[in-house]
């Protein structure tokens, strides 16, 4: 049974499981290469408020997790979990947010606190932290983190392999980056306004790299 939980408003990279496709190697890029054919993803364009945050949302349930030794909060593990027990993760810092408002929707272990929750809050672009506005216990199952090309996927090449190493080397925030089946270089990050992208596309020709939000816009 799904349950809805409004956080109050309180106070104020990374392990991931990549594929087989992936790299994070650091390697000099070469001369860009010409634009491929994979498809463009929409830029989001939500209108942000008075304060520069963002109304944003998980499209379904993401692990929170806290580890009591860290001392910096809970996190909403944008980049991923690594499957260990207790797992591990880093990601975007979750304010505002309470354990005692999912109680019984979690686990705890060795000192960490986790379970997984579609969250919404007030995203902020300047420190990468999102402000919980509402919690909520069940939601959609996750799709493909990477296209299906079933048997006709792109092997990645060597300048491809490159620049997805150089991007995620050079750039704060990339939770991954790796070249998928259709022949793209694809970049997850928690949001991105559209900045990045156009920053990527100068450097590197339009449709060689796809940039994609983790976080999406809430639908007024």
Partial sequence: MRRKLVIGA?????MLPLSACMTDQADPPPAAPPA??????????????PDGTIALATPHPITVLEKESRGDGPQLCV??????LPPQCT?????????????????????VRWGEFVVTGDFS????????????????????RW??????????????????????RDHVGIYSSGVD???????????DDGSLQRELDATYGEGVVIVESILLPVEE
């Fill in 36 to 49: 491929t054919t994979a498809p463009a993803v929409p830029t989001p364009s939500p209108t942000a408020a």
């Fill in 147 to 168: 296209p299906d090309c079933a048997d006709e996927c792109e092997q990645p090449t060597e300048e491809q392999e490159a620049i997805a190493g150089e991007i995620i």
């Fill in 79 to 84: 980049g991923g979990v690594a499957a260990s």
């Fill in 125 to 144: 672009l300047s420190d990468d932290t999102m402000r919980v506005t509402l919690v909520e216990t069940d939601g959609p199952d996750r799709g493909p």
């Fill in 181 to 191: 089946g259709t022949g793209a270089v694809r970049v997850e990050v928690a949001y």
């Fill in 10 to 14: 309180a106070g104020a990279a990374m």
């Fill in 91 to 111: 990601g975007v810092d979750l304010l505002g947010w309470s354990w005692e408002d999912v109680a019984g929707e979690y686990d705890d272990r060795s000192g």
